[in-house]
């Protein structure tokens, strides 16, 4: 479907170039179109938002015991942020967060941080009434005893719950309760579908004038224009060549094309070094390889919610989590070495290059796809690992794909979880790095900030900031049928079951 509408916003004449159609990337060109900037996005893959999954909204943090308080606090606002941006991305159902008995830490200890978290929600519901996004506050999480459990495991499961009681009985059907401390916990944190992200960010880029879209182009180099006092630390730069190459992973006969920008942004996720080095700047950060797999579980006797069971990452009791899709399809996390986690999978940017050096071997897999025997192997070691504490989860069936990718932090504190924007003003240049996907709005307003500082953008509204539902123009002309239809196609296209790129519980079905 075609359409077009407005941007209430005089056009600009200034061009943006953003390298890298992911999250960051789709989502700050989003942000520019919506304010009449020329905003051209190279993508190397055949569609957006195609790298590193996301399965889960962070929105609390609350897979991390490890990361501060104020972490968790803006991970939460993030993802309300983002959640409004792309509401038919989400599916509404709680996670529960189990702490194992082997484990030395107590469910107790996570409460004081649930607290503040419910607090900072009711305070940003206080400040806008749309940020009402996860429900109401007083159920932002919630405590169940064994007690409990034991009286929910002997109630008839519903196929499609409402309450949170409902959504536990299964829990207490399925979860080994000798295995995990009590209370267990719920929160109101969500799935999110990959898919159904892809889809949105495709409609709503088509839908700007102003958004030119170029997917399956590699960018090859980028090279200043005019550059003054090139040789000295403290040059200027005020436009940037960029060189692509169309149809880059197809057989059709590739086309290489230059474009001259005001603007350049690096949104490379885990191949950003490389663009650093091309501009020449000297950054350190470190880059992981991750990967989740995919099963299908028919005994579930219904909707399920998401499974953490937490443990100590990296070691052979690392968190397990089990990510429920309709159509009995479950994605697994298991954070040991032996099923998410890889031995030689975290590598550090050294003084000569910002790009850090994956094994060959997992670059191959990012850029051709798994082999079949260790995908095999490990989606098999995933189903164990969960059949741990779900028992009757070893009757699920590997179905040979994964969710995986390279994922880029930072720094040099491999704990980080929040958003990543860095500015060159007087080369105008900046590089979006965000380790989880809820973040790349803050990134897109921080660069909004400074192309307004440089002059290049002069129309940013107050409206833009308050991220009302509707002042996102694509949401007026795509539901979620419409998201729904190229999101099943882009499933299908990247070889995933159908299924999973649809949601059994929506957010615009519960606000
Ligand atoms: C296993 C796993 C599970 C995860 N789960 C979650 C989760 O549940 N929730 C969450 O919020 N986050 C999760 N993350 C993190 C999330 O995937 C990343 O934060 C997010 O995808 C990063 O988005 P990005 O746009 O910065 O980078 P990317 O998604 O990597 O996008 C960068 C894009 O740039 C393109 N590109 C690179 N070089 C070029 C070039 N030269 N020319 C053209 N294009 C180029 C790439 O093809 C890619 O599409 C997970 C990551 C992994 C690995």
């Known amino acids: 479907m075609t359409y077009s509408f407005s ?24 942000r520019l179109a919506a304010l009449g900037l020329e905003t051209y996005l190279f993508e190397k893959n055949k569609s957006l938002i195609d790298g590193p999954p996301m399965c889960h909204l962070h929105a609390g943090g609350n897979l991390y015991r490890e990361i501060p308080d104020e972490d968790c606090v803006a991970l939460l606002k ?6 409004r ?24 200890d996570l409460l004081p941080r649930l607290d503040i978290l419910t607090d900072a929600y009711r305070k940003l519901i206080e400040l806008d009434a749309n940020n009402k996004v996860l429900g109401d506050p007083e159920n932002y999480y919630q405590l169940y005893s064994h007690e409990q459990l034991i009286e929910l495991s002997e109630r008839e499961q519903v196929a499609v719950p409402h309450t949170v009681d409902e959504w536990m009985i299964p829990v207490a059907k399925y979860l080994d309760l000798n295995k995990v401390k009590f209370p267990l916990i719920v ?3 969500y799935g999110w579908n990959i898919f159904r992200l892809a889809a949105s960010a495709q409609l709503a880029l088509e839908g ?12 090859q180099q980028v090279m200043p224009v005019d550059c003054e006092n090139c040789s000295n630390a403290d040059h200027h730069v005020t436009k940037w060549r960029i060189d692509y190459q169309q149809s880059a992973s197809s057989d059709i006969e590739a086309k290489t094309d230059s474009i001259e920008v005001d603007y350049l942004i690096n949104a490379c996720g885990f191949r950003t070094g490389i663009i650093d080095d091309m501009v020449g700047v000297k950054v350190t950060r470190m880059v992981e390889f991750k990967s989740s797999y995919i099963t299908h579980w028919n005994d579930t006797g219904g909707q399920i919610p998401e499974i953490i069971v937490y443990g100590e990452r990296g070691t052979p009791e690392g968190m397990a989590q089990l990510t429920p899709y309709p159509g009995g399809y479950f994605q697994i996390h298991g954070m040991s070495k032996f099923i998410t986690l890889f031995n030689d999978g975290l590598v550090a940017s050294n003084k000569n290059s910002a790009q850090p050096k994956l094994p060959s071997q997992y670059l191959h897999y990012i850029e051709d796809g798994w082999d079949k025997a260790p995908l095999q192997a490990r989606s098999q070691q995933a189903i164990d690992y969960v059949a741990e504490f779900v028992p009757t989860f070893n009757s699920a069936r590997t179905v040979g794909n994964a969710l995986y990718g390279g994922q880029q932090i930072p720094g040099q504190d491999d704990t980080l979880r929040v958003a990543d924007v860095s500015l060159y003003s007087n080369i105008r240049y900046a590089r979006a790095e965000n380790v989880k996907a809820s973040s790349t709005l803050i990134a897109a307003d921080q660069i909004v900030d400074e192309l307004t500082t440089l002059g290049l953008a002069d129309n940013d509204t107050q409206a833009n900031r308050n991220r009302y539902a509707h002042e996102w123009a ?24 159908i299924a999973m790129a649809c949601v059994n519980h929506g957010i615009h079905e519960t606000i």
């Not at 993030?78 to 959640?83: K, T």
Request: with cysteine.
């Open 474 to 497: 694509y949401l007026a002309h795509n539901d979620s049928l419409a998201i729904d239809s190229v999101a099943r196609s882009l499933a299908k296209e990247r070889g995933f079951p």
């Open 85 to 108: 941006l792309y509401p038919y991305t989400i599916d509404v159902r709680p996670t529960v967060f189990a702490v194992p008995t082997r484990d030395e830490g107590l469910p107790e």
């Open 78 to 83: 993030q993802c309300i942020d983002i959640l």
């Open 7 to 30: 941007t209430n916003q005089a056009p600009s004449t200034k061009r943006v170039g953003i390298l890298g159609g992911g999250t960051a990337g789709a989502t700050i060109a989003i």
């Open 187 to 189: 929160v109101q944190e």
């Open 208 to 219: 700007y004038e102003h958004a030119h879209v170029f997917t399956d182009t590699q960018v």
